[in-house]
């Protein structure tokens, strides 16, 4: 965490979320800010290739991501308004190579440091979101849902659901792996409490069901925690949403109504704007091949979609490059990293859940995104060599 090209990465993904932040509350200042962002990931990106060169030595399957890069590039100049699209390939594409460079130059210190090191990193940045609600935002007094009407000054309850998922769970990581001082341990212990209810109050349901998910992982897996301290953070979980629950048109009763409209209506955007394009895919089974073109919503819109984009970061990929790209972008970004994950992380980061769940709900392909730099960070930093070596390991000593 010394490592300047480290804290320079770090740096990059806090300006997204000042970017966010401002997008909320300065109108025109967007604009500079934007510029601002553009001109640091250049100079960041130039820093790294000084010291890392175009090296990915110690990356594995990167053949497969830089396929990806060049076919989303290229791909972009289907669109229906090819600079448009060209221009936010660009902003997938340079901001994605910074990435790859700096995960390969920091794999140096080992795939296990940089994990928890990145956690923890994630952590610092994304406390912004939360931090933000408890002093400036809103309040907790009789605040039992805010989504859509209730919102803080910086963020929206999205923003609440994801940062507060992305503060818990590198909590998981830091608070065991990293050598925090006491002060700062409690202060985090004193905290997730209040980060749980923020994100049940967000009704924020990618992030609700990602921490479900690890939660249940980490009850079941987990071999650190003595059974007691499981028992504690049960009943602690259980009481806050018995809490929030209990009160009247809490986010628990918006979500449970929420839900059981968009099932009986059909009305739910992401699942209308996939039946817009499957039936634009039928009628044109070349698409199935290269795509309707990368950041291209013409055929959504055209047959029936209702939200301006698809809102889901793989079927930007499906939809705009084709079954092809999509199956290799899935095994880079999916596959691979939850084999590792399975075999060898599962203990020491659940992190990956959120990394591959938020992304179904959400465009984050480009890299002024809510979760652009964490996600193929970490996805990248899954794909490292280091981890596949250490899993044919501990399979060839199973074996014997």
């Not at 509350?25 to 553009?38: D, L, N, P, R, W």
């Not at 991501?65 to 229906?80: A, D, G, H, Q």
Request: glycine share 6%; with cysteine; net charge positive.
């Amino acid at each position: 965490m010394r490592d300047n090209v480290f804290r320079v990465l770090t740096f990059n993904m806090m300006l997204v979320l000042i970017g966010y932040a401002m997008g909320t509350t300065q109108g025109q200042a967007v604009t500079e800010m934007t510029i601002f962002k553009g001109v640091v990931l250049f100079f960041s990106f130039l820093y790294v290739l000084y010291k890392n060169t175009i090296s990915t030595q110690f990356i594995k399957n990167i053949g497969a991501i830089y396929f990806i890069i060049v076919s989303v590039f290229v791909l972009s100049f289907l669109s229906e308004d090819p600079f448009k699209s060209i221009y936010r390939g660009l902003t997938f594409v340079y901001p994605l190579l910074y990435i790859i460079y700096s995960i390969n130059y920091l794999l140096r210190y080992g795939a296990a440091n940089l994990m928890i090191a990145l956690s923890c990193s994630i952590l610092l940045v994304y406390s912004i979101v939360p931090i933000s609600f408890f002093l400036v935002g809103g309040s907790l007094i009789e605040t039992y849902n805010i989504y859509g009407y209730q919102e803080g000054n910086y963020f929206v309850s999205n923003h609440y659901g994801w940062g507060s998922t992305m503060f818990i769970l590198c909590a998981f990581s830091v608070l065991r792996f990293y050598p925090l001082k006491f002060f700062y341990k409690l202060v985090i212990y004193i905290f997730l409490p209040f980060v749980f209810y923020l994100l049940i109050i967000s009704a924020n349901r990618a992030g609700l069901l990602s921490v479900f998910i690890a939660f249940i992982l980490f009850i079941k897996k987990d071999q650190f925690v003595g059974y007691y301290t499981k028992l504690l953070i049960i009943l602690s979980v259980v009481l806050i949403i018995l809490f929030v629950a209990l009160q009247k048109d809490s986010a628990i009763d918006f979500l449970l109504e929420k839900n059981e409209n968009q099932i009986e209506s059909g009305t739910e955007g992401r699942l209308i704007g996939t039946a817009a394009m499957l039936k634009s895919f039928e009628r044109n089974p070349v698409y199935w091949l290269i795509g309707v073109g990368m950041f291209n919503y013409d055929e959504l819109h055209l047959n029936g979609g209702i939200l301006r984009s698809y809102h889901n970061s793989y079927w930007e990929i499906l939809f705009g490059s084709g079954i092809i790209v999509f199956f290799i972008f899935l095994s880079f970004m999916v596959f691979h990293p939850l084999k590792i994950f399975w075999k060898t992380t599962l203990t020491y980061s659940l992190l990956i859940i959120p990394l591959i769940i938020i992304p179904l709900f959400e465009g984050n392909l480009t890299a002024g995104q809510f979760l652009f730099f964490p996600w193929f960070s970490y996805m990248i930093l899954m794909n490292a060599k280091e981890f596949d070596f250490v899993r044919q390991q501990k399979k060839l000593n199973s074996n014997t």
